[in-house]
């Protein structure tokens, strides 16, 4: 082998070596920021409804299908919580069936009632409300609720237990008199019609996961790729399984599959070194992939863009 061809050999090696050390050896950083999910999605509850009735905004069970069980409550009792059960289902969406266990809202009994100080022929007459609520996106949903029925019912129509179920359902108490939500009972209150409306609204959103970016931030050391990233499920069910893919430029450079995630849970994911075979990135694309309905897919992508003037 000549001189010359020793000494092209040499400068291919060398040119080659360079080129690796260019591609791998990091040698500038570049600081996409972060990016967080505030005001991101075009998912909004109807404005009609009227969540000022409610303990916490937009409260609500997964489904409108509700378990419940009676536990050892007189016939005249069980009798009034079915009576009020039917009378919630006739005027909205909702529907309630019994279970022997694992129920979502449990009606117990006891005797004694309250008589309400300087309010002749109204009584405290019971005790309900939400037990267990998760806080998830737009929502807050009421995993479990009780009734507890202190005293039977002599009126035409049991608001006692109308009163108590209300309260299961999330509804505060009234300011007026006249509704059956008045912090004390009386045979001349009736439901509102604003009651049922915004039971209606509320569960006109379809039962859903909604799996969505919380925040996102990223650093490229040369050609190597730092992030991390939380998804959340903010939807109204569990979610089942995705996947997160990462795009630099559109080129697609990493993904990781994302496990189930309960109501309200959040995952965070670190991933570091991935190595991008591109230099001079201007955009990371992050994208949720899911094979399944959600409340709303457009919190499923997010983007970080490099200012080059930072």
């Given at each position: 082998m000549g001189w010359k061809a020793v000494l092209s050999y040499l400068i291919g090696l060398l040119l080659i070596a360079l080129l690796v050390f260019y591609l791998i050896v990091p040698l500038n950083n570049i600081d996409f920021g972060s990016w967080s999910s505030s005001g991101n999605s075009n998912f909004s509850i109807n404005s009609s409804v009227n969540t000022s009735m409610q303990f916490y905004p937009n409260l609500r069970y997964s489904y409108t299908n509700i378990s419940y069980r009676i536990i050892n409550c007189s016939i005249k009792r069980i009798d009034d919580m079915n009576t009020a059960f039917a009378a919630i289902q006739n005027v909205?969406?909702?529907?309630?069936?019994?279970?022997?266990?694992?129920?979502?809202?449990?009606?117990?009994?006891?005797?004694?009632?309250?008589?309400?100080?300087?309010?002749?022929?109204?009584?405290?007459?019971?005790?309900?409300?939400?037990?267990?609520?998760?806080?998830?996106?737009?929502?807050?949903?009421?995993?479990?609720?009780?009734?507890?029925?202190?005293?039977?019912?002599?009126?035409p129509q049991p608001n006692i237990a109308i009163h108590e179920l209300l309260h299961a359902l999330g509804f505060n108490h009234s300011a007026n008199p006249n509704n059956v939500m008045y912090p004390v009972s009386s045979c001349s209150q009736t439901i509102g019609q604003d009651i049922p409306d915004t039971l209606n609204q509320l569960y006109t959103y379809p039962s859903?996961?909604?799996?969505?970016?919380?925040?996102?931030?990223?650093?490229?050391?040369?050609?190597?790729?730092?992030?991390?990233?939380?998804?959340?499920?903010?939807?109204?069910?569990?979610?089942?399984?995705?996947?997160?893919?990462?795009?630099?430029?559109?080129?697609h450079v990493y993904n990781i599959q994302l496990n189930p995630l309960s109501i309200g849970e959040g995952r965070r994911i670190f991933v570091t070194s991935v190595f991008v075979l591109q230099k001079n990135v201007n955009q990371l694309k992050f994208v949720i992939n899911s094979d399944f309905e959600e409340l709303d897919k457009s919190n499923n992508e997010a983007t970080l863009n490099y200012n080059n003037s930072n």
């Open positions: 909205t969406s909702l529907q309630f069936y019994p279970v022997a266990n694992n129920e979502q809202i449990s009606v117990a009994c006891d005797y004694g009632a309250q008589i309400a100080e300087g309010q002749p022929g109204y009584f405290i007459a019971g005790e309900g409300g939400p037990t267990n609520i998760t806080e998830s996106g737009m929502f807050n949903v009421i995993n479990h609720g009780s009734i507890l029925l202190l005293k039977d019912s002599n009126c859903l996961p909604d799996l969505a970016f919380e925040n996102i931030s990223a650093v490229m050391n040369g050609p190597y790729l730092n992030m991390n990233f939380t998804v959340k499920n903010n939807g109204l069910i569990d979610a089942p399984a995705a996947t997160v893919d990462v795009y630099a430029d559109n080129n």
